[in-house]
């Protein structure tokens, strides 16, 4: 029994010494500023002919909540030019954090793509370039040009594409798969 | 010598190149210096037997002391006939397979009938604490066979097991159809502990450091605790019990597929006369390897970089022990890179693809993205035997588990601290206490009673949300007890669970922490009864209930999930699933011919699983199929048949088959991600010793899955994968040299080279599984 009693408390001893058990999960992380949240696809559109003719459509969705399409139609003239940014944002910080500046610093991974209606006479032509070789489009500036009226929907895609990017939006995966409600006029 | 190679021209030539290289060491006469000490004992009065005489082979005869004890030396590894006389009991022989010195325990039984019912046990080992329950033992051979296999991957040899596979490095054990939460896993004699709810994290253990792995099918929760409801994989190491000063053993792995190197190597020892009882073991594994390769191409980002290491430290008197183990694993993982989708246009996009896109080549780096995961366990532990042979035993563990999962892409940061972060980033720690007492009364009557309890913490960080942090308090007690009557077992146990959870999350809007709190309370019960018409021929069944209280992940995820491109949403109202498990086994054993059955019928109540809601969830990446979190009641059934026949004594034909068949009631269809109907057979040529080369064999294996066919419609993405079928080749031998042992194995898998996608593998979408593989395992014992 005096073993017993002895090999118990060694025992308890060491039960002890381990037990010192905080209860971290108690803390919960806020998220961490300047992440990856991508909130916001904006299109800001100019016409070539006339910089006074211009717009901001966006498609946003913030954390919890539906995908917000209130500001997602664009209006062109028919038979124009536009030259046109895309830009990612992160609308859970004031002011927005803007993600297009980390998608140009890692062009070489990234492709916008563009899908459009048959409906719509609307040519995109991506006029950036990153620093692959060959040097490949980016997609965060283009040219759109519009033929008659008509409308239709466009989609535009962040695809990304480490190690793969040859041009194709085929590789990788989408970092943001949105869809803009096009009418020309 | 010469005419006894004609058998087998292809073994003989490997029998003849290592025997070249191994001559120096061969030069002096072979030393066989193990020894074997035991004891023999009564089972029925439970007394030592005194006067017994052991023979070992034809070697001379040894004569049991007062204590029934004995010692027999001199002996050389491997496979070894045992024959036990005594003038009050029968003749008995057993075959036992020593490698280092070995203590057993020999229990014999007054005479009348038996021949088999002397049983060898080695001290310490863990027997399953319900007999009546179907369970299969892996060591030795068929474990050395397995080496540098991941420890899911190592079990897929035993019926009724299958893996699920998250492409070549992850892999999980499935038993009977279920796993993750439902598979308890004991390392150890500690509960693992893990975020081992995904179907992508695989169990953070060094499969070496066990030298026997049992399987318990069917639901174990009385003895082991809530969440056994499929069974529990037991990893035990060899008892901390060396015989010599100082020895060891190392294993060497290398496999062309992956191009993979595995390093395992262990020591142990004792300290003499004046702390005699005091024993120690270190061990490590460093494990490497590259791009795993499919017979078209190489699947891109699947490499492996693993290494493990435990030590422990026993202190042992004859009534008393107290032992402390503490073991580290830590790995980084690829995930291979073609399962990269983001949403589910991706998806179909990438399994349109006849072959991933993303260009294919050897390579051992491992790139984002990867899992980092590192487990860390210490256990202390002490046993006290009381003078009426009862056994007390106190388990208390730490487990900590950290698991970082990087992504392919960096975070949309300049910050570079935050370009270092994981993207996800998951710590848990979990202590636990067992207390069991072990008891024999009268010649009938034995048990166990318990008590065990535990806390877990874990604390989520992440840039998206997954799960949420939460602190776990839980507590059961259990007692079961058998009787046992000549050819009757019957035992019966009942255990009460009780587990408190609370959940701890964050208001994004206010920034404030709130909590919920979930209880659990529940009772487990089983029956068994086994019974052995002759020696040959013995049948059990068993009836267990079992309870399982949803994880955190079933209540709370809310998220993507990036490689299967769904977005999963617990549901926090769910109940504890419960079971009801009947299973059935026949054994039948003869020298030449050995069949054996167990069939099961389990029906789960309140199953959990996530369920495909057939509606899409938009986000601003894309458009993703939600699977939400239900409980449906559900039935599983199925069969494994064990079969071996020796048509000659070198020849050995093993036949094993599980089939498995899922229901889900609610829905009067088919459960999802059960495994095909799979049938393993193998034909083994055993030549014996040539010399000092020993057990040398040859065998050609054929493993053969159908399809699934049974799969509720929409269900899945794509149609579940054709069957396949795969030969495997084998051969090894074991060789003595000066009193040490070397084993060798070489393995072919997938000689044909075959192509084929497995229903379980998760990959199935993206790429096919490997191609043929060449293995050589090596292990020296010194």
Redesign the interface.
């Known amino acids: 029994m005096k073993k017993l009693s002895l090999f118990l408390s060694a025992f308890l001893i060491t039960v002890m010494l381990f037990n010192g058990c905080k209860k971290d999960e108690t803390a919960v992380a806020p998220p961490v500023p300047g992440n990856e949240f991508l909130t916001t696809v904006q299109l800001v559109v100019v016409n070539a002919a006339d910089p006074t003719d211009r717009d901001t459509v966006a498609v946003k969705q913030l954390p919890d909540q539906p995908i917000d399409y209130t500001n997602a139609s664009l209006h062109l003239k028919a038979n124009s030019t536009y030259n046109v940014s895309v830009r990612f944002l992160d609308e859970t910080q004031t002011p927005a954090g803007n993600v297009t500046d980390d998608i140009y610093a890692r062009r070489n991974y990234h492709l916008i793509c563009f899908t459009t209606d048959a409906s719509l006479a609307l040519t995109v032509t991506r006029t950036d370039l990153d620093t692959n070789t060959p040097a490949l489009p980016v997609g965060l500036q283009d040219r759109f040009s519009t033929g008659s009226a008509g409308s239709g929907k466009m989609n535009v895609r962040l695809r990304h594409q480490p190690n793969a990017k040859n041009g194709d939006c085929d590789p990788g995966s989408s970092d943001a798969d949105v869809n803009f409600s096009v009418t020309i006029q | 010598m010469k005419n006894r190679y004609h058998y087998i021209p292809g073994c003989a030539s490997w029998i003849l190149g290592i025997l070249l290289l191994t001559v120096s060491f061969c030069a002096n006469s072979q030393r066989c210096n193990i020894s074997i000490r035991g004891f023999v004992r009564d089972t029925s009065v439970n007394k030592p037997v005194e006067k017994a005489t052991i023979r070992v082979d034809n070697m001379p005869l040894t004569v049991t002391d007062s204590r029934g004890a004995f010692s027999i030396g001199g002996i050389c590894a491997g496979k070894h006939i045992i024959v036990i006389s005594e003038v009050s009991h029968s003749n008995t022989l057993c075959e036992l397979y020593v490698s280092t010195d070995t203590t057993i325990v020999l229990l014999l039984s007054e005479k009348s009938n038996v021949l088999g019912a002397v049983s060898v046990t080695g001290f310490n080992t863990r027997k399953p604490a319900l007999t009546t329950l179907a369970s299969t033992v892996m060591k030795g051979q068929d474990l050395f066979n397995t080496r540098g296999a991941t420890l899911g991957e190592s079990l897929k040899g035993i019926t009724g097991l299958n893996t699920l596979q998250t492409g070549p490095s992850v892999s999980k054990p499935v038993i009977h159809g279920l796993h993750s939460n439902r598979v308890l896993i004991l390392n150890n004699g500690v509960r693992q502990e893990g975020q081992q709810w995904g179907s992508e994290h695989a169990p953070e253990i060094d499969p070496f450091i066990a030298s026997e792995v049992s399987i318990v099918k069917g639901a174990s929760s009385v003895r082991y605790g809530s969440d056994a409801i499929a069974g529990v994989v037991l990893l035990e190491p060899e008892a901390l019990n060396p015989a010599r000063q100082l020895q060891g053993q190392v294993n060497a792995v290398a496999a062309t597929n992956g191009r993979m190197g595995v390093m395992s190597g262990m020591l142990e020892g004792k300290l003499d006369k004046r702390l005699d009882g005091l024993n120690w073991r270190v061990q490590g594994t460093l494990k490497r390897a590259g791009n795993f390769r499919t017979p078209g191409y190489y699947l891109k980002n699947t490499g492996i970089s693993e290494a493990d290491f435990s030590a422990a430290v026993s202190y042992k008197k004859s ?2 022990g ?1 032992d ?1 183990y503490y073991s580290e694993f830590h790995n980084k993982l690829g995930v291979f890179d073609g399962s ?4 589910v ?2 998806l179909y ?1 990438a399994f349109e693809r006849p072959r991933p ?3 294919s080549y050897f390579s051992y780096k491992i ?2 993205s990867y899992q980092d995961v590192s487990h860390r366990l ?1 256990k ?1 532990g ?1 046993w ?1 035997r009381f003078n009426n042979g009862s056994r ?1 035993e ?1 388990v ?1 563990a ?1 487990q900590g588990n950290r698991r970082d999962e990087y992504d ?8 570079p601290d ?1 370009l270092k ?1 994981p ?1 996800i980033s998951f ?1 848990i ?1 979990t ?1 636990t ?1 067992d207390v069991n007492y072990d008891w024999a009364s009268g010649k009938y009557f034995s048990g166990s009673i318990g008590v065990s309890g535990g ?1 877990q ?3 989520f ?1 992440g ?3 997954l799960v ?4 776990n308090y839980s507590g059961g007690v259990y007692a079961i007890e058998k009787y046992t009557y000549n050819k009757l077992t019957l035992e019966a146990g009942a255990r009460y669970d009780y587990r408190w959870l609370r959940v ?3 208001n ?1 809007n206010t ?1 404030q ?1 709130y909590y919920t709190t979930h209880d659990y309370r529940n009772v487990t019960g089983t029956a068994g009864a086994g019974y052995k018409f002759t020696d040959h021929f013995s049948i059990n069944a068993n009836v267990g209930s079992a309870w399982r209280a949803p994880s955190v992940n079933e209540l709370y995820i809310d998220g993507i999930h ?1 490689s299967a491109a769904s977005y999963e949403k617990g549901d926090s109202l769910l109940k504890s699933e419960r079971s009801y498990n009947f299973t059935f086994g026949i054994k039948y054993e003869r020298s030449r011919f050995r069949a054996e059955a167990v069939a099961y019928y389990n029906v789960i109540n309140d199953f959990i699983y996530a369920k495909p809601a057939l509606k899409p969830v ?6 993703y199929p939600l699977f939400s979190y239900t409980q449906d009641d559900v039935t599983l059934k199925g069969v494994d048949v064990d079969l071996s026949y020796k048509p000659v004594r070198q020849v050995e034909l093993v036949s094993k088959t599980s089939i498995v068949r899922a229901w889900n009631r609610t829905i009067h269809d088919y459960l999802v991600f059960m495994p095909a109907d799979r049938f393993d057979n193998k034909i083994q040529y055993n030549i014996g010793s040539l010399g000092r080369v020993r057990d040398c064999y040859l065998s050609l294996q054929n493993i053969s899955v159908r399809r699934q066919d049974r799969v509720p419609p929409n269900s899945d993405y794509v149609a579940p994968p054709p069957g396949y079928s795969l030969f495997n080749i084998s051969t090894g031998f074991t060789i003595h040299i000066s009193g040490n042992s070397l084993n060798i194995n070489l393995g072919v898998d997938n000689v044909a080279n075959v192509a084929y996608r497995d229903y379980l593998n998760r990959f199935r979408y993206y790429a096919n599984d490997l191609g043929m593989n060449v293995m050589l395992r090596a292990k020296y014992v010194f």
Request: hydrophobic residues 40%; positive net charge.
């Open positions: 009534n008393y107290i402390l990269h989708v983001g949403n246009s991706d996009a896109i993303t260009a790139d984002r210490l202390a002490g006290y007390l106190v208390f730490r392919i892409d960096l975070p949309y940061s300049t910050d935050i972060m993207q710590k720690k202590h206490l806390t913490g874990n604390v960080n840039i998206r949300y949420p942090n939460f602190r701890y999350r964050l994004n920034l922490t990036l938009t986000l601003i990446s894309g458009t």
